[in-house]
């Protein structure tokens, strides 16, 4: 209602603008006519100064006249074309080359009729016929085509200026909506995301504690069994698996909770003194028997450079402790991995890097967004012990660290490479 108010009351204004113009180029043009009818009677007998005198003073009426006029013309004429419609461009180039048409064809024929004249005129007065009317009447045939091709030109300059503001205004109208239809996205995909980082949080935490109680009931299942004088082979056997099986499954609920809480942002980092070389010995100490079991042969290659980190401790062990088991799950059997530690020169810092080379033993068809994503797995098959959460635990952990994460693939070369700025031996 009130746009409607506005838009009948800038109509009215316009309206009586374009009234008030037309009254006052009327009253020019009819001063400008007796002025000019007067002129063309008596100048015979002025002489070149005064023709052009008083050429120059009706002039002064005729210009303003015309201009008042046409433009009072032309808003009439184009009172209904707005920037409305999508083809106003080619519509407003079409109504331009139009008006120069116009004009021209105005002009070519007041210049025949001001030679005609001259002519005439001139006829028979050879000798005391003063020329100045002549070249007069073609000058005001000219300055009139000026001021009506400058009439029309700001008439089609503002047109196209209103034009271009509409273009404007609804490029950014649409602007401000696909930005607010970005912020609305973004706002659902997080809490979509939020959503299912709540769910894996409570289901993981649902889970442990019946998982707990379960695996307390196997152990003293087990110990039951053991204290039988003759104990049921099969059910040990059974016991066994379903023990190990759950301990598998306890392990992945925790790397899943611990996966939740940290895409959260509910990680709580702990900056201590780390000295990665020193943590790297500590790791492989701890899984000893589990490299011994797998039958690769770990390489080592460790910078002699001191790699303290201000860092937290827990985190960067679950950090390369799941490097580390990577590469136990997925190397093909009886391959070596390599393990080095070194400083890498770059812009604008150096950066400390772990990297861990392996052999797969399995066809690598992924990169490096689809291997870090939650569950998924290099080994499209399965048959590995893997449950797709070790590289994205690292890859998330990475980065509440301040460090980050990348991997290499080579054929069957596998290499997960770790990199923390030098600036955090500093803090």
Partial sequence: MDIKWKNTVNNLIQKIRVGRRTVIGAVL??????????????????????????????????VPAAYLLLAS?????????????????????????QQQRVLAGCAVPLLIMAYIFFMNQTRGYYFYWNFATGYYLIFNVLLLYGVCQLCV??????????????????????????VEIERKSLEKAAKSEQLKVDLISNVSHDLKTPLTSMVGYLELLKLELSQKEEPDPVSMDYVDVISDKAEKLKEMIESLFSLAKASSGNIQIRPEPVELNRLIEQIFADMEDQMKESGLQFVTSLTEEDTHLTTDNLHMYRICQNLVENALKYSAKGTRVFVKTYYEEGEPERRLCLEITNTAGYFMDFDKEDIIERFARGDKARSSEGNGLG?????????????????????????????????????
Avoid at 37 to 44: A, E, G, N, R, T
Avoid at 159 to 166: A, C, N, R, T
Wanted: hydrophobic content about 50%.
């Fill in 29 to 62: 043009a009819v001063v400008w006519a007796a002025a000019f009818i007067f002129f063309l009677k008596h100048s015979v007998e002025l002489s070149t100064m005064n023709v052009w005198s008083w050429g120059f003073l009706i002039d002064l009426a005729m």
């Fill in 73 to 97: 013309a032309l808003e009439e004429i184009y009172r209904g074309w707005t920037a409305e419609n999508e083809d106003f461009y080619s519509s407003w180039k079409l109504k331009r080359r």
């Fill in 153 to 178: 030109n700001r008439f089609m300059q503002r047109k196209l200026d209103e034009m271009m503001q509409k273009v404007h205004e609804i490029n950014r109208d649409r602007l401000a909506e696909a």
């Fill in 391 to 427: 590289l994205a635990i690292v890859s998330t952990y990475a980065g509440a660290l301040g460090g980050a994460f990348d991997i290499s693939i080579d054929c069957d070369q596998f290499k997960a490479i770790l990199s923390f700025p030098e600036e955090l031996r500093r803090e």
